[in-house]
């Protein structure tokens, strides 16, 4: 399959314009260290409250009328889910969401609050039972992240901090799972501003793109292993075949930041940059305060790639 270009991404923009937030890039001068320059982009105050409108509503605007008409089926840990359900809601379209069980309620909730039907698996189904109630009753599968529509829309990230950047923008720190993110936001960036660099950042324990990305094969994880971080929207076993492709073509390298460097950011991003991310949207700027000896760079963008955070869990980050 093709790689995501440029005529894709100024396509998915143009169809996403007016629901998905063009989010400001927010300069961190609290964060600033010597020479060293941060700036947030805020994928935290999207509709939904994670970047996943932009990809979920692209995919879903392009469906044809008799695919609208069969209804979309999708599974997610809560991101996409909550992104596919409002961008059905918008468009009149059904949608039923295939949710782990161990989703964080707040998630699971917002699905619900949109009007999709919500199923709660075991994760080890997560990923099986929506191919199976897609051929059972004609719904349309919409992957969270193997999907050119889907890379194309999360891809207008990328576009956005190319345009709003300083000129002497070095590096980009960009979250990873299944690669959805990253893959739109790459490409934007390598064929638009293509001096920078651009790094992913995974939890440690649940590091498969990392290991795929340096072994040049795709490695999946047991999901055992990877529901150990507390980052569940990055809890993903394996970057999908077309993201790879992407990986491999325009992302620098990936690193990893540990659990206790996660929470303390986003206790970090509360205090100090009034950001409600979630852990998962905290692990990017996380390499940049705590991995700045491997992702290197002066001038440095990180994605907040989203804020639905359980409350309680805000609270006791806030209060260690």
């Known amino acids: 399959m093709a790689l995501v270009g440029l005529e894709e991404l100024h396509a998915a923009r143009e169809r996403i314009a007016g629901v998905a937030v063009r989010t400001p890039l927010v300069p961190a001068p609290w964060a600033n260290d010597g020479e060293r320059r941060l700036w947030l982009k805020p994928e935290n105050l999207q509709p939904t409250g994670a970047f996943k409108t932009r990809g979920a509503y692209n995919r879903l605007a392009a469906l044809s009328g008799a695919e609208r008409a069969r209804g979309v089926v999708a599974q997610s840990s809560g991101n996409h889910a909550q992104a596919v359900a409002y961008a059905a809601e918008l468009l009149g379209i059904k949608a039923v969401i295939v949710m782990p069980d161990t989703s964080p309620a707040v998630k699971v909730e917002g699905t619900r609050s949109f009007g999709a039907e919500v199923l709660l698996v075991s994760p080890e189904e997560r990923d099986t039972v929506p191919g199976e109630l897609a051929e059972r009753h004609g719904y349309v599968w919409v992957p969270p992240y193997d999907d050119p529509f889907i890379i194309a829309g999360q891809g207008t990230v990328g576009l956005e901090i190319a345009e709003d950047a300083p000129a002497e923008l070095d590096t980009v720190l960009v979250p990873v799972s299944g690669g959805g993110l990253i893959s739109g936001t790459a490409a934007a960036l390598k064929l638009t501003r293509p001096g920078v660099r651009v790094i992913g950042v995974e939890p440690e324990l649940a590091a498969d793109a990392r290991e795929s990305l340096r072994t040049g094969e795709r490695v999946a994880w047991p999901v055992a292993d990877t529901y150990r971080t507390v980052a569940d929207g990055l809890r993903t076993p394996s970057v999908g075949e077309l993201p790879f492709q992407h990986l491999t073509a325009y992302v620098d390298d ?43 760079g002066r001038h440095t963008a990180a994605v907040v790639s989203g804020g639905n955070i359980e409350p309680a869990l805000l609270a006791e980050l806030l209060a260690d």
């Open 254 to 296: 990936i690193v990893t930041v540990t659990e206790d460097e996660i929470r303390a950011t986003v206790a970090l991003l509360a205090r100090r940059g009034r950001l409600v991310a979630e852990p998962s949207g905290a692990v990017a700027p996380a390499a940049y305060f705590h991995r700045a000896a491997e992702t290197g």
